[in-house]
Nanobody, 125 residues
Framework: QVQLVESGGGLVQAGGSLRLSCAAS????????MGWFRQAPGKEREFVAA????????YYTDSVKGRFTISRDNAKNTLYLQMNSLKPEDTAVYYC??????????????????WGQGTQVTVSS
């Protein structure tokens, strides 16, 4: 069982930066692939980025490549998402998620078993 708590969301102007954190409780954090997803009003939840438990592999949706960086500190049981050059279209509730997978990381919402409560990111133009 893994419990996830996100933090770091807020209001920022276009071009600004935010860093999201996701604190995980439970054992064997490094055995979980971790992902960030987002959901804008009236839209489905979508994949943003993912990282393997071993930190070897990272994955990004095309719209955030070069602007967002996913990372994790397995010693601190914490997942991060550094978001730079933010755009109004990045506005959404951001969720972290965990999947019991040792190699690579899944990209689909249904592949993740554990979810945080979400943190709001609002980018003004």
């Amino acid at each position: 069982q893994v419990q996830l708590v996100e933090s770091g969301g807020g209001l920022v102007q276009a071009g600004g930066s935010l860093r999201l954190s996701c604190a995980a409780s439970g054992r064997m954090f490094s055995s979980y692939a971790m992902g960030w997803f987002r959901q804008a009003p009236g839209k489905e939840r979508e994949f943003v980025a993912a990282i393997s438990g071993s930190i070897i592999s990272t994955y990004y949706t095309d719209s955030v490549k070069g602007r967002f960086t996913i990372s994790r500190d397995n010693a601190k049981n914490t997942l991060y998402l550094q978001m730079n050059s933010l755009k109004p279209e990045d506005t959404a509730v951001y969720y972290c998620a965990a999947a019991r997978q040792r190699v690579g990381a899944p990209l689909g919402v249904l592949d993740y078993s554990y979810w945080g409560q979400g943190t709001q990111v609002t980018v003004s133009s």
